[in-house]
């Protein structure tokens, strides 16, 4: 972690937030660039390098009310019946508290216990019901798609790409480089093996992460 001592007080840069929080570096940069809604405190000093650095006590604050605040805002979980019962994904929607298995996140459909094919070529996807229940316990440490019943706030979701190492990868290309668009584009394939169009996507992310950065 990268921390430096002012004023008898310690101070942190963007990469010691990420370690405080256990979240990727974008999503210190998500935080930051929406500070003003989500109370991300302000920098306390900017170095010679142009580094902006935070007073640690006031990350710890933030980072402990910002948990809080998403931790009570998600679906009421059924914790009963049998926890060795195979589910499939509408039941599993249900113990989590959602009205449909449309909401159930990406980190769950690519985590199943067992995929079926069915003839027309579509994947049926099962769960473990304390597999499930495991899930809805560390739903606090990562953001998630599933909204409780009601819910259409869409200032609850982070960016698509919040957490994902690869929107790292994309923002230190466009730190580092000047190169055309379509060239950024085939380097951030190359490095972390994503399709083309995501790569735009993801680029296009990072853009308005770095963008607005202060």
């Not at 798609?145 to 706030?153: A, F, H, I, S, Y």
């Not at 698509?160 to 190169?179: F, G, H, K, M």
């Not at 668009?181 to 093996?193: C, I, N, T």
């Not at 993801?202 to 992460?209: K, T, Y």
Request: aromatic fraction near 8%; include cysteine.
């Amino acid at each position: 972690m990268t921390e430096r001592t002012r004023h008898g007080r310690t101070q942190v840069d963007r990469h010691g937030i990420a370690t405080i929080a256990g979240v990727a570096a974008a999503t210190v940069d998500y935080w930051h660039l929406n500070r003003h809604r989500l109370g991300f405190p302000d920098h306390a000093d900017t170095d010679e390098h142009g580094r902006h650095w935070f007073w640690h006590d006031q990350i710890q604050a933030f980072h402990a009310a910002y948990t809080a605040a998403k931790a009570s805002g998600y679906t009421t979980v059924d914790y009963t019946g049998d926890p060795d019962e195979v589910v499939g994904s509408g039941e599993a929607a249900r113990i989590l508290g959602y009205r449909s298995y449309r909401s159930l996140t990406r980190r769950m459909l690519d985590n199943p216990t067992r995929i079926q094919t069915l003839p027309s070529g579509n994947l049926r996807r099962y769960w473990l019901r304390h597999t499930v229940w495991d899930y809805a316990d560390t739903r606090v440490d990562h953001h998630s798609t599933g909204r409780p019943p009601g819910t259409t706030n869409p200032d609850r979701k982070p960016h698509r790409y919040a957490d994902d190492p690869r929107l790292d990868a994309a923002i230190r290309l466009l730190e580092q480089s000047t190169t055309a668009a379509d060239q950024l584009s085939a380097r951030l394939v190359a490095q972390v093996g994503c399709g083309k169009r995501t790569a735009r996507r993801i680029l296009a992310v990072a853009r308005e992460l770095t963008d607005g950065r202060a």
